[in-house]
T-cell receptor, first 111, second 115 residues
């Protein structure tokens, strides 16, 4: 079945890089997404990657996709306190419009 | 500006009561979704609708009901049969039937508390 897994917590120092990891099980995934959720708010789309790509960079964000290992990562360069939030990865499979979300990783940035 | 609006932001329910959460979008999206979020459990799909007057159960539909009479609106009713309704509820919408790379657009959520 479909399953998306993430570690629950990550703590980094301000200015360092953060790497949030995600594994998924459905090899027919077409798009993979990263969403950010700030406290008490909805989810905001950060970036996405199509399954035929290995890497996508967007300003401070770098997404890496390893299809062989079904592993997705989000790297945030020069992490700031405003980056503190919960980050969700999600996959969209070939024959459905439903997204399958991971459990979310809570990123805490300390000075 | 186009977007998706959930109301109210906070809702309190007495035991045995039904309550309805509102979700409205002006994005002209075909599909709408309701998720429940509990700490450490991520998002769990309650119901979704891909077209007006049609909807399907998600993974945790028991104790909930929905309607989709208009494209713009997808209200969720939490019934008294839902034994543990205290949670954060998120509504989302998306295009359907098209290859879209934009995923879902989310509302800002409703926090429901049983008192």
């Amino acid at each position: 079945g479909e399953d998306v897994e993430q570690s629950l917590f990550l703590s980094v120092r301000e200015g360092d890089s953060s790497v949030i990891n995600c594994t998924y099980t459905d090899s027919s995934s077409t798009y993979l997404y990263w969403y950010k959720q700030e406290p008490g708010a909805g989810l905001q789309l950060l970036t996405y990657i199509f399954s035929n790509m290995d890497m996508k960079q967007d300003q401070r964000l770098t997404v890496l996709l390893n299809k062989k290992d079904k592993h997705l990562s989000l790297r945030i360069a020069d992490t700031q306190t405003g980056d503190s939030a919960i980050y969700f990865c999600a996959e969209r499979t070939y024959n459905t419009d439903k997204l399958i979300f991971g459990t979310g990783t809570r990123l805490q940035v300390f000075p | 500006d186009g977007g998706i609006t959930q109301s109210p932001k906070y809702l309190f329910r007495k035991e045995g009561q039904n309550v309805t959460l509102s979700c409205e979008q002006n994005l002209n999206h075909d599909a709408m979704y309701w998720y429940r979020q509990d700490p450490g459990q991520g998002l769990r799909l309650i119901y979704y609708s891909q077209i007006v007057n049609d909807f399907q159960k998600g993974d945790i539909a028991e104790g909930y009901s929905v309607s989709r009479e208009k494209k713009e609106s997808f209200p969720l009713t939490v019934t008294s049969a839902q034994k543990n309704p205290t949670a954060f509820y998120l509504c989302a919408s998306s295009t359907y039937g098209q290859i879209s790379n934009y995923g879902y657009t989310f509302g800002s959520g409703t926090r429901l508390t049983v008192v």
